[in-house]
């Protein structure tokens, strides 16, 4: 099975610190992902990363980067947290694939992250 | 752009019963579709998917239906068990490769 771990299931920040959410997983896939999860907004993504070293900006980038130094890592930065950053973050994983071989992302539990 | 949204937010069943839960998505470019299910504390569990050329793929009490004239997907619960609660959402994957979530509905079974 697939295991994607986050490094914190709660965590309470104040405004103005920058926040660190880290993601492990352990499938040697190359493709991992983060979003955030809010009420009504179901799942929007925030970045992306295809390989080691690699990042795309997703849909709602602003507020946020990410490190990919090692292809199992995949660190989300909030560079200076604000209180409507306030969320459920999810990262995912899955293998590289298109087409008639697409596959299905694979979720951590999620970090309910808030800025106070 | 992409929307893919579900019919209903909040579904009751009694235990035992079949559960039907629908989504319906906008691009009929869209290749692959995937139902998942998050517990409540959890992250999204991948539960079944389906391609394009299919119509039907049942796993173990589950089956996917995917009408591409309507664009509508269904996922099926047979003799659903208080541990299907839970929300279930959509995902639809186009063919430049971008997923796109549903907001999702929360099943309740009930006693």
């Known amino acids: 099975d697939v295991k994607v771990t986050q490094s914190s299931r709660y965590l309470v920040k104040r405004t103005g610190e920058k926040v660190f959410l880290e993601c492990v997983q352990d499938m040697d896939h190359e493709n991992m992902f983060w979003y955030r999860q809010d009420p009504g907004l179901g799942l929007r993504l925030i970045y992306f990363?295809?390989?080691?070293?690699?990042?795309e900006k997703g849909d709602i980038p602003e507020g946020y980067s990410v490190s990919r130094e090692k292809k199992e890592r995949f660190s989300l930065i909030l560079e200076s947290a604000s209180t409507n950053q306030t969320s459920m973050y999810l990262c995912a994983s899955r293998l590289p694939s298109g087409g008639v071989d697409n596959q299905p992302q694979h979720f951590g539990d999620g970090t309910r992250l808030s800025i106070l | 752009g992409e929307s893919v949204g579900l019919h209903l937010p909040t579904l009751s069943v009694q235990e035992g019963d079949n559960s039907i839960i629908n989504c319906a998505y906008s691009?009929?470019?869209?290749?692959?579709f995937i139902w998942y299910k998050q517990e409540s504390g959890k992250g999204p569990q991948f539960i079944i998917d389906i391609r394009s050329n299919m119509d039907k793929r049942q796993g173990q009490r589950v089956t996917v239906l995917l009408n591409k004239t309507v664009k509508h997907l269904s996922l099926q619960i047979a003799a659903t068990q208080p541990g299907d609660s839970a929300v279930y959402f959509c995902?639809?994957?186009?063919?430049?490769?971008?997923?796109?979530f549903g907001t999702g509905t929360s099943l309740t079974v009930i006693p």
């Open positions: 990363s295809y390989d080691v070293k690699m990042k």
């Open positions: 691009n009929s470019a869209s290749d692959y």
């Open positions: 995902a639809e994957i186009n063919t430049g490769n971008q997923f796109y």
